[in-house]
């Protein structure tokens, strides 16, 4: 392990290229997708609670209890058959238009991590524990904080430390693991 990363600093410098930003896009809609066996259980639930409740309408009248139980699972069913992840929404649209050709700084250190890209005035900071996801696929690092927000990392940038060595950091110091995407090239 090398010296700075011993101290728990990691640094990496980069261009945010169509690449990297294809490789966020891909994660972007592939963690919005609804998995096939999820789509089944939630379909079935949602039909099955939907005949039942609507009989227990139907058979014992009006009861606002049954009416409730109704929409969820109408909502269920709704879920199951849903469609729409397929198309990026406008936080995609966001990162290619601000990060297209911009350098960046990226800092990890005892104290959380650090964004600065070029152009911008105000830079990123966020402590460990404002960090609620970990992601990763074979070209990238993703960091998330608050909703839609994330830092992009691309591993190959990774200095002070090997990319392996930053993923068990992170993960001791968000008290959090990884998940790995596999996304198609």
Do not use: H
């Not at 609670?49 to 139907?58: I, K, N, S, T």
């Not at 709704?78 to 700084?105: E, F, H, I, M, Q």
Request: net charge positive.
């Amino acid at each position: 392990m090398a010296e700075s990363s011993a101290k728990g600093l990691y640094r990496a410098s980069f261009t945010y290229t169509d690449e990297v930003l294809s490789d966020f896009e891909a994660l972007y809609l592939k963690k919005k997708e609804i998995s096939p066996v999820t789509r089944i259980v939630l379909g079935a639930l949602g039909l099955a609670g939907a005949v039942y409740f609507g009989w227990q309408l139907y058979k014992s009248g009006f009861q606002i209890t049954y009416v409730g139980y109704l929409l969820i699972c109408s909502i269920l069913l709704v879920l199951a058959l849903r469609t729409g992840g397929k198309r990026p929404d406008d936080s995609v649209k966001k990162y290619r238009k601000y990060y297209t050709g911009k350098n960046a700084a990226f800092t990890v250190d005892d104290a959380g991590v650090e964004l600065k890209i070029e152009g911008q005035q105000n830079y990123a900071r966020s402590k460990f524990k404002e960090i609620y996801g970990l992601y990763e696929t074979d070209l990238c690092f993703y960091f998330v904080i608050k909703g839609k927000a994330y830092y992009i990392l691309p591993k190959a940038a990774v200095e002070g430390g090997t990319p392996d060595e930053l993923r068990a950091y992170m993960q001791k110091k968000c008290m959090k693991k990884f998940l790995k995407y596999e996304l198609e090239k």
